[in-house]
């Protein structure tokens, strides 16, 4: 059985321009990069009260959660 090569899809350059999903992953991994140096390096050189530095890792952690659950919707209003 031979192997089939992958290739990139025709209109590639149109999907990375327009495809939302392609911009949420990258966010998702930012923001898992971000909540990361926040947890192994803490917080303490944050310059703002305990609480708002709760708040912080809690907005990045919400916003990396939402990232990678927000579903696109296609041409057609169907989810992809």
């Known amino acids: 059985m ?5 290739t ?3 209109d590639w350059r149109r999907l990375i321009r327009r495809a ?3 911009r949420l992953i990258l966010l998702a991994g930012l923001l898992t990069g971000c ?3 926040l947890s192994a390096a803490g917080t303490d050189w944050l310059p703002v009260p305990v609480w708002a530095r709760m708040a912080i890792l809690f907005a990045v952690l ?3 959660f939402a990232a990678r659950l927000l579903a ?3 041409d057609d209003g169907h989810h992809g």
Request: no cysteine; glycine share 4%; aromatic share 4%.
């Open 72 to 74: 696109q919707k296609d």
């Open 35 to 37: 909540e990361a140096v």
């Open 62 to 64: 919400g916003a990396a």
């Open 2 to 6: 031979m192997k089939r090569r992958p």
């Open 20 to 22: 939302w999903s392609l």
């Open 8 to 10: 990139l899809l025709p």
